[in-house]
């Protein structure tokens, strides 16, 4: 049967990337997706926007929701001090299978933990699962249509703090426009949007950047 992207990709990583060496897989990846095929990776242009992020927030607990084939994981992760952890959520058992290979071979498998499974039910578990009490970093980056109700749950959960930083992908394209419209206007949130394109292409995309005022 005919491999799938994902596999393609991982195999991307496996052939050009160094085992161990987190930019490398970034780069292999980035390179696969311009000069092969496209794939819904945050991608470098938009990447050094999250980078800068979460450099700025230096998080000691981070979640992700919507791994694929986990290269924002590696982005993120490759940034985090030794002890910190980053929870990644992810549905689909295909994404996550070439997402736990690509972690691996970044070397950051001892900082990542990869969770299956729907976002809806896993953020209610994050305290009896892992002890979390709140989240000063949330990358969110899957269903569009999740969004809202995802951080809403997390709202309701007490997983938010004041001063968690969640920073969203698409809110352009594909486009998130409940989402936008909810922390932009709620006065729980002090918003702000980071203007880039869609990875890999000319198209507008951005990254929404909220700060929960608790
Ligand atoms: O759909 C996207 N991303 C979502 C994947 C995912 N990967 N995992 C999930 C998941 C969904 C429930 C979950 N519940 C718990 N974990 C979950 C994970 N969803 C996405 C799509 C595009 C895109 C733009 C233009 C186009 F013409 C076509 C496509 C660009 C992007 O940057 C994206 O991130
Ligand atoms: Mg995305």
């Excluded at 085992?19 to 990447?47: L, T």
């Excluded at 299956?116 to 989240?135: R, V, Y």
């Amino acid at each position: 049967t005919r491999s799938t992207r994902p596999q393609r990709l991982l195999r991307a990583v496996q052939q050009k990337a160094i085992k161990g060496d987190p930019q490398s897989v970034i780069s292999a990846i980035d390179y696969f997706c311009r000069h092969s095929e496209w794939a819904m990776n945050v991608g470098d242009e938009k990447g050094s926007i999250l980078d800068s992020v979460v450099c700025e927030v230096c998080p000691t607990t981070a979640l992700e929701l919507g791994t694929y084939c986990g290269y924002s994981t590696v982005r993120i992760a490759r940034l985090l001090p030794p002890g910190t952890k980053l929870i990644t959520l992810e549905f689909n058992p295909a994404f996550a299978a070439v997402a736990r290979q690509v972690i691996e071979y970044a070397g950051l498998q001892n900082k990542v933990c990869l969770v299956e499974g729907a976002s809806g039910d896993l953020i209610p578990k994050m305290c009896q699962m892992f002890g979390i009490k709140t989240f000063d970093f949330v990358f969110i980056d899957h269903w569009k249509d999740r969004y809202l109700p995802d951080i809403k749950l997390l709202e309701e959960c007490q997983l938010l703090r004041k001063g968690s930083i969640l920073l969203a992908d698409n809110v352009i394209c594909p486009g998130t426009p409940e989402y936008l419209e909810y922390v932009r206007n709620s006065p729980h949130y002090e918003s702000k949007y980071f203007k880039s394109h869609l990875e890999y292409t000319k198209v507008e995309d951005g990254l929404e950047k909220s700060v929960f005022l608790g």
